[in-house]
């Protein structure tokens, strides 16, 4: 790696599991302590509690509790765009910079939104399950499946993501139509106001909005009843934006057509009704993991961190 800087002497605390690239990385620059994602931060051992910057998946973030037990803390750097697990407001007013690792993921993410789209509109999972079982060989035919071309794609939250997405899908829907808190500039994508008209006017809804409480149960039951029992919906977003509950007895009732998750409300746990349903594709939260993209979601990290223990103004910052 070029351009490595030694802060040997700065303890520094990984909080969870994270990539062994950026672990070796970590370890070459500074002094540094784990601790498990479950640990207690009122029993921190002395050498955690001295930590000057912490380093945590976007799905493991930090609460004010851990930033509480660690009187030093400077800095928290997320291995993740997602920084919904982080008590943000905490952070700014205890003077904690965090940072994160957006664009370097973004067209990872694309892909695996429209790889899920056609997966689920084609019913690819289920037919490959079907030919494992053997029922093909013994004369069972699947069902017809619906079609992805001419389909009109609304995209909830024209963001980064959102607009890889939307770039991906120009060449094949009918239209693409979109959602967000206003509308944005730069895109020939038709904005709709409202969100249960969005949804009503969608064949397929992709959820790429960011998480975080203001996006908690954006997508609730009458947005799934909105967008109707030929619809499908596909989020690679987070767990939380939809309303598990309400989604699982959509697709029960085939209120809606199917759905492509790559998150969940409580990872990683997924609700045991999803798993005996055959119109759902389901996928363990692997939007960014390519070796590619993971390798430059650390190296941005590291350089985050590089900048903080030197002094210099940092690259991501989202505090």
């Not at 640990?39 to 973030?61: I, K, M, N, Y």
């Not at 094949?172 to 006017?201: K, M, N």
Request: net charge negative.
């Amino acid at each position: 790696m070029t351009g490595m800087t030694d802060h040997s002497a700065i303890p520094i605390l990984t909080y969870g599991p994270l990539y062994p690239y950026l672990d070796d990385g970590l370890a070459r620059r500074f002094a540094v302590h784990a601790l498990a994602a479950d640990a207690d931060p009122d029993a921190l051992p002395p050498e955690a509690r001295e930590a000057r910057a912490l380093v945590s998946f976007g799905s493991v973030g930090a609460s004010a509790a851990i930033m509480d037990a660690l009187p030093k803390l400077e800095m928290i750097g997320l291995f993740s765009v997602g920084y919904d697990k982080v008590d943000v407001d905490h952070a700014r007013a205890k003077g904690i910079r965090v940072t994160n690792t957006p664009d370097v993921l973004t067209d990872d993410v694309a892909d695996l939104a429209v790889g899920l789209l056609y997966a689920t509109v084609r019913n690819i999972a289920a037919n490959d399950r079907m030919v494992r079982a053997g029922d093909w060989a013994r004369g069972v035919k699947p069902p017809l499946c619906g079609r992805v071309t001419g389909k009109r794609i609304g995209i909830l939250g024209l963001g980064r993501i959102g607009r890889a997405i939307a770039r991906r899908l120009e060449p094949v829907a009918g239209e693409i139509i979109y959602h967000s808190r206003r509308a944005v500039a730069d895109t020939t994508c038709r904005y709709v106001a409202d969100p249960l008209d969005f949804a009503r006017q969608s064949d397929v809804v992709i959820v790429a909005t960011s998480g975080g409480p203001e996006a908690r149960g954006l997508v609730d039951a009458a947005m799934l009843d909105a967008l109707g029992p030929e619809g499908v919906i596909i989020n690679i977003s987070r767990g939380s934006v939809i309303d598990e509950d309400a989604l699982v007895a959509a697709l029960g009732e085939r209120r809606i057509a199917g759905a492509g998750l790559d998150v969940f409300a409580n990872e990683p746990h997924v609700p045991e009704a999803l798993l005996e349903m055959d119109h759902v594709v389901l996928q363990p939260h692997q939007g960014s993991a390519t070796v590619e993209t993971r390798k430059a979601m650390a190296d941005l990290v590291l350089a985050n961190l590089d900048a903080w223990a030197a002094g210099e103004p940092l690259l991501t910052p989202v505090v």
